[in-house]
């Protein structure tokens, strides 16, 4: 009876933590997104599904603009970050921790201050378009600050580290050797990777998709500091709304109708790349 | 060893005929060696290597942890370039050939299954990038899962697979292609003693079916013993002895040979009055022996004699045969055999095995710990021993 009672017990302390800090709020959010009323004479309980139907007509555009910047981050990110995760885990050698430091020291830099150094880096007559422009190279015109390059990429560089370190993580703890049995079996270098390297790390790529996907798609700091009106994220909204109109309710729904969207992003995603597949080799 | 042939074109070479046969060996390397950088230092894995393996043969190389043998392998296979020499199949110069071009496979000691492919999928992975038609493939695969009686583990994943049944998909990924030479890298060592055995039968069994040449890497004497038509015994990066297991367990050729297969007491001395057909051995102990092979006066002679060579007695034995005394240290009754431990004068010890004829349980005073006996052999059975590999220079 104990022995049967134990697992429950040990995980009571995660079960409470997850009650207290996210049930709990997401509990009380749902009740706030319900609600009419103003800061000044209150939020009252009138279940106004009215919030969802504003926020959905008003900022439409803004989260499919999000998802939209999200998606590209995160495409760019797989494109950056697995190549880097590949040749770390495989042909850096006894440098491996050497080059994963490296690439991680960028990030022990406050997030906020990193993307503020790209505005400079990026600025209309900054080190880098400054110089190109002034030997010929660009027209005086050209910026990439305010755009939604700047945004996208900056979204890009700042989840990098996600997206590298799950693939990292698959890569190294794969059997090397797997890949010389492709070779033996008449496997070209290329039908090498793309049959074996590539579908065993996969759980990999769809961890770091999840964790680039989701934050990059809610950031609101990288559209701020590199975008313009132009390029407004649901995140700015959110945060204008909570933060500057004080108009919480709508904020609140915006918020949950963000975290749909999210979900069913990521469910049909897992979807196609096959969870079932993707969770059985990572449980091996 | 007469193997009953069938399903090959290309009848394989008798094995106890040796090298000189005038087939073109399956593989051939000719002065191969191999040395690593790492750093500042120079590893030479493969000192230099001369080795013919015969079409149809099953060729082990047996040596210590760390002699070369899985790099004489990856060689054969490609994943390694030999620093000098060549590597030969059936003919071809294929020293600067990709693996994936070499009509040879391998068996990896860890497997290396993929992991997110069934049984069935990884069987076929040789086969699919060499275009073979889909109704083939599938009759194949059907064929060979059938052949490691694996027959109805087709869907399932390695990692719901047992060690014995991996190391046979293993096989089964590597044998389906036909190759013109099948490499496994110490195959059963992951396996506990009684699969071991049974997959040695196995895996002989297969070979003999299927007439494709093995090369076989392991550090098991036994194994290599029991399965191999010739064995390469490695060490230090050289071949020390080449030849059939009776050959290599009768006639160690080295000191190492000799201390490393089976049991073998060592005996130095130096050799007196030469004849046309042997001489005698003083030993450092002050006894006579007499040996079979030519020696010249004074030289200094390493010999062996293997245990169960060796008859033990109280009585005198016949001039005609080497003799020692010594006396009994220690015995170890086996039921079957006793194994005795007798030391000579000078304290060289020396083993003994001996089948338990008679019935020991009465009365075995007179060779018990203790006693005084003789032990004797027949001159033929002890060799002379040599220090340094034949094939190359001489190497610590
Ligand atoms: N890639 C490499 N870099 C440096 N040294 C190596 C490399 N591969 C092998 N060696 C060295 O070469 C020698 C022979 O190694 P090898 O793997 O061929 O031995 P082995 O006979 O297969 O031993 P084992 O029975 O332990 O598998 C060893 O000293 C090893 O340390
Ligand atoms: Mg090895």
Redesign the interface.
Known sequence: MRRKLTPYLLALPGWAWLALFFIVPIAGMVSLSLTSGNIITGFHQTFNIGNYTEALNLYSEQLFRSLFYGLSATLIAIAIGYPAAYWIAFKAGKHKSTYLLLLLLPFFVSFVLRTISWKFTLSDQGIVLGTLKNIGLLPTDFAVLNTAPAVVLGLAYNFLPFMVLPIYAVLERMDHRVVEAAHDLYASRLQAFLRVVLPISLPGVFAGGLMTFIPTTADYVNATVLGGPETTMIGSIIQTQYLVNNDYPIAAAITFVLMAVLLIGIFSYARALGTERVMEVQAK | MGDPVTATTEAPATPTAGPKTEAVPAISLSGVTKTFHSGRETITAVGHLDLDIEAGEFFSLLGPSGCGKTTTMRMI???EEPTTGVVRLDGDDVTDV????RDV??V?Q?Y?????LSVAENVA??LK??KVKAAEIKRRIDEMLELVELGGHGKR?P?QLSGGQRQRVALA??LV?QPRALLLDEPLAALDLKLRQAMQIELKRIQRDIGITFVYVTHDQGEALTMSDRIAVMNGGYVEQLGTPAEIYEHPATRFVAGFIGTSNLLTGTAANPTSDGAEVRLDCGQHVLIGQRLTEGERADLTVRPEKITISTDAPDAGLSRVRGTVTDTVYLGSSTHYTVRLDDGTEIVVYQQNARDLSATDVTTGRGSEVWLSWRPSHSYLLSDSPQGGPHRA
């Not at chain 2, 990709?98 to 071009?101: I, R």
């Not at chain 2, 290396?112 to 997110?116: G, I, K």
């Open positions: 296979a490609g994943f990709a693996p994936n071009h496979n391998m990896f860890s290396a299954l993929f992991p997110h992975f040789g990038r060499k994943k990692s990924r590597a292609n």
